[in-house]
């Protein structure tokens, strides 16, 4: 198994432009997580889905964000008219479809940087 | 609001010392509680987690909801110590983790 991956690894957009970043689960996971770490702080939840349904998106910005993950391939958060404030590493993880806890799993994470 | 707290960016401890590594919490209800490690370019894993109540690599930890802290501890450290570790928070039946900031660990030889 190969683990949570996520592409790309480094990502530069100007001012206005589009982000997009994919995570692809750990074989068997149907449960995502996204997370956002700003400079010199922790990992901040965004959103948790799970193959076709967004179940808590409360630490999603209102306004130039949104998150799927399709029935078929991966989960995508997608940033639009990128600010230099949302430069930062974002984490994705997943866990399988059990009830209870599930240890969430992280992939790399992918850089943004915003010029 | 639920908020974990890590009071300590940065901690360097001599190989075969005691180490700790400070978590305080603050959340109304039942938390479930979890330390993380990140080692130099691993990703991030999951170190251990108070319900399982177990020794992960010489680590412990034990919840205490008196004073609201989740603290890791290692009687003696190792060199293979050296890593970013982040205390973490869940809800009981929410499954969103609630981070803290992290204390980077430097173990010297």
């Known amino acids: 198994n190969a683990g949570v991956m996520q592409n790309p690894r480094h990502l530069v957009r100007r001012r206005g432009q589009e982000a997009r970043l994919r995570c692809s689960p750990m074989?068997?996971?149907?449960?995502v997580y996204w997370y956002r770490q700003l400079p010199e702080e922790g990992l901040k939840f965004m959103v948790y889905l799970q193959k076709e349904n967004i179940i808590d998106e409360s630490g999603m910005p209102k306004e130039r964000f949104s998150a799927e993950f399709p029935k078929e391939g991966p989960s995508i958060l997608r940033i639009q008219q990128v600010v230099r404030g949302d430069s930062a590493a974002y984490f994705c993880?997943?866990?399988?479809?059990?009830?209870?806890?599930?240890?969430?799993?992280f992939g790399p994470g992918t850089r943004l940087t915003v010029l | 609001a639920q908020r974990v707290t890590q009071p300590e960016k940065l901690l360097s401890v001599f190989k075969g010392a005691p180490v700790e590594l400070k978590c305080n919490y603050s959340?109304?209800?039942?938390?479930?509680l979890f330390w993380y490690v990140q080692y130099s370019r691993q990703r991030l894993q999951l170190l251990l987690r108070?319900?399982s109540r177990e020794s992960i690599k010489g680590f412990t930890a034990d919840l205490n909801k008196g004073e609201t802290s989740f603290h890791l501890k290692k009687p003696f450290a190792q060199e293979e110590d050296s890593a970013m570790y982040y205390c973490?928070?869940?809800?009981?039946?929410?499954?969103?983790?609630?981070f803290g900031t992290g204390t980077r660990l430097t173990i010297i030889p």
């Open positions: 108070h319900i």
């Open positions: 993880a997943s866990s399988p479809p059990q009830l209870g806890y599930n240890e969430q799993f």
């Open positions: 973490a928070l869940k809800n009981f039946g929410n499954e969103k983790l609630t």
């Open positions: 959340y109304s209800g039942s938390p479930e």
């Open positions: 074989k068997g996971h149907s449960h």
